[in-house]
T-cell receptor
Framework: GAGVSQSPSNKVTEKGKDVELRCDPI?????LYWYRQSLGQGLEFLIYFQGNSAPDKSGLPSDRFSAERTGGSVSTLTIQRTQQEDSAVYLC?????????????FGQGTRLTVV | DQQVKQNSPSLSVQEGRISILNCDYTNSMFDYFLWYKKYPAEGPTFLISISSIKDKNEDGRFTVFLNKSAKHLSLHIVPSQPGDSAVYFCAASKMAGNNRKLIWGLGTSLAVNP
C-alpha cells in the first residue's frame, strides 16, 4: 500500500516478555518517528530516525526500549521485559526530511496490552 | 509538564454551527503548530497547520488562529458536520535540524450532533 504500515495491529503479551513492533514507512521517506499514546494521555514522542541513524532518542522511557532501522526503510521498536505500564498504542510516522511537520503521515498504530 | 494543553476534553456542537477548539502552549520556541484529527483505531491524520509567523490560516471549513502573545491557538470548523466527530489533537514543533518531532496536547473529543 501507499501509506505507513504497522504490524501487528494488536499485541497481547505477558509481563516480562519481549515484544517487537514493526513499521513500514512510505517509500522514500527518510525521516521516521515513533510515538506512543497511553490511556488518557496525549501522544508522547519516543525516537526519531533520519535514515538508519537515530539522532534523537530522548523520548525512550527506559533502557528496556530500543529501536532500529535498516536500509533506510523498515523500523522495529523492541520492548524488553514488558511491564503493565508499557500498555499503549504505539504509532509510527514518516516524512521526507526538510519538510514541515504537516507532511508526516501516521500508521494505524499497534495496540500493546501487557497482562 | 504539559507544554501543549487542551483544557476541554470534550465538546458537543449542533450540525451547521461553529466548533471552536482551543489550545495553549508554554514554550515560546515552538515555530509550527498543527491540528490532527483522529478516529478510533486509526492513526492521526493531518488537518491544518500554521507557522508562528502567521496569525491565521484557512482551508475550506477549517481555520486556525494563532495568538503568539497569549500563546494560544484555536481551530474553527464552520459549518460543523456529523463527519467531523472525532478527537482533535493540537501539536507543536520546533525546528532542530531535520528533526520535526511533535509535542501533543491530550486531545478534545468533538461530537457534532445531527
Amino acid at each position: 500500500g501507499a501509506g505507513v504500515s504497522q504490524s501487528p495491529s494488536n499485541k497481547v503479551t505477558e509481563k516480562g516478555k519481549d515484544v517487537e513492533l514493526r513499521c513500514d514507512p512510505i517509500s522514500g521517506h527518510t525521516a521516521l518517528y515513533w510515538y506512543r499514546q497511553s490511556l488518557g494521555q496525549g501522544l508522547e514522542f519516543l525516537i526519531y530516525f533520519q535514515g538508519n541513524s537515530a539522532p534523537d532518542k530522548s523520548g525512550l522511557p527506559s533502557d528496556r526500549f530500543s529501536a532500529e532501522r535498516t536500509g533506510g526503510s523498515v523500523s522495529t521498536l523492541t520492548i524488553q521485559r514488558t511491564q503493565q505500564e508499557d500498555s499503549a498504542v504505539y504509532l509510527c510516522a514518516s516524512s521526507f526530511p526538510n519538510t514541515a511537520p504537516a507532511e508526516a503521515f501516521f500508521g494505524q498504530g499497534t495496540r500493546l496490552t501487557v497482562v | 509538564d504539559q507544554q501543549v494543553k487542551q483544557n476541554s476534553p470534550s465538546l458537543s456542537v449542533q450540525e451547521g454551527r461553529i466548533s471552536i477548539l482551543n489550545c495553549d502552549y508554554t514554550n515560546s520556541m515552538f515555530d509550527y503548530f498543527l491540528w490532527y484529527k483522529k478516529y478510533p483505531a486509526e492513526g492521526p491524520t493531518f488537518l491544518i497547520s500554521i507557522s508562528s509567523i502567521k496569525d491565521k490560516n484557512e482551508d475550506g471549513r477549517f481555520t486556525v488562529f494563532l495568538n503568539k502573545s497569549a500563546k494560544h491557538l484555536s481551530l474553527h470548523i464552520v459549518p460543523s458536520q456529523p463527519g467531523d466527530s472525532a478527537v482533535y489533537f493540537c501539536a507543536a514543533s520546533k525546528m532542530a535540524g531535520n528533526n520535526r518531532k511533535l509535542i501533543w496536547g491530550l486531545g478534545t473529543s468533538l461530537a457534532v450532533n445531527p
